[in-house]
T-cell receptor, first 112, second 113 residues
Framework: DTGVSQDPRHKITKRGQNVTFRCDPI?????LYWYRQTLGQGPEFLTY????????KSRLLSDRFSAERPKGSFSTLEIQRTEQGDSAMYLC??????????FGSGTRLTVV | GENVEQHPSTLSVQEGDSAVIKCTYS??????FPWYKQELGKRPQLIID???NVGEKKDQRIAVTLNKTAKHFSLHITETQPEDSAVYFC???WGGGGNKLTFGTGTQLKVEL
């Protein structure tokens, strides 16, 4: 296991299109997190899972964002009807309950 | 919700000097405070963390101190080296780790030769 993997690394999409990102956590980690990071800012929480259950979702997250973690393994984050304001780095992280995070390398989304 | 403030936003030191970055948090229920280092274009990496049952933790040239009464914590890097140059983020959460983290806005540390 080489860490948290995210795919794709970069995504350019036209405004209004839907995009989906994938995250593969460290296999023994039961918690999985999605964060968004814009230039010059710290990561901003989006949502997290314990196994397959989505435990919390940010109030800042619009209905255009949805995340799943079927079978408690990999996770997907979908953004529908993308807007230019969605342009950011989307970071996934995983951990064991009570431990620190390991982040993936992120997916950089550019909406044109 | 939790709010984390971080200072300074930029910090320039000479190689071999010490660097200190400070953070304050608002939620007294927070009990886990990690620090992450992020190099340009790379993922944030956990460098040290502290839980509220201790006041200080050290790992080689890096140390973190926590003052629960004042609700602030600090990162100390001694004998700085050029490879310490990066953005450093503090964060806070409750539940002892493995929960939602609220991050500070980051400190750009530059270590000059």
């Amino acid at each position: 296991d080489t860490g948290v993997s995210q795919d794709p690394r970069h995504k350019i999409t036209k405004r209004g299109q839907n995009v989906t990102f994938r995250c593969d956590p460290i296999s023994e980690h039961n918690r999985l997190y999605w964060y968004r990071q814009t230039l010059g800012q710290g990561p901003e929480f989006l949502t997290y899972f314990q196994n397959e259950a989505q435990l919390e979702k940010s109030r800042l997250l619009s209905d255009r964002f949805s995340a799943e973690r079927p079978k408690g393994s990999f996770s997907t984050l979908e953004i529908q009807r993308t807007e230019q304001g969605d342009s950011a780095m989307y970071l996934c992280a995983s951990s064991l309950e009570g431990d620190g995070y390991t982040f993936g390398s992120g997916t950089r989304l550019t909406v044109v | 919700g939790e709010n984390v403030e971080q200072h300074p936003s930029t910090l320039s030191v000479q190689e071999g000097d010490s660097a200190v970055i400070k953070c304050t948090y608002s939620d007294s229920a927070s009990n886990y405070f990690p620090w992450y280092k992020q190099e340009l274009g790379k993922r944030p990496q956990l460098i040290i963390d502290i839980r509220s049952n201790v006041g200080e933790k050290k790992d080689q040239r890096i140390a973190v101190t926590l003052n629960k009464t004042a609700k602030h914590f600090s990162l100390h890097i001694t004998e700085t080296q050029p490879e310490d140059s990066a953005v450093y983020f503090c964060a806070a959460s409750w539940g002892g780790g493995g929960n939602k983290l609220t991050f500070g806005t980051g400190t750009q540390l530059k270590v000059e030769l």
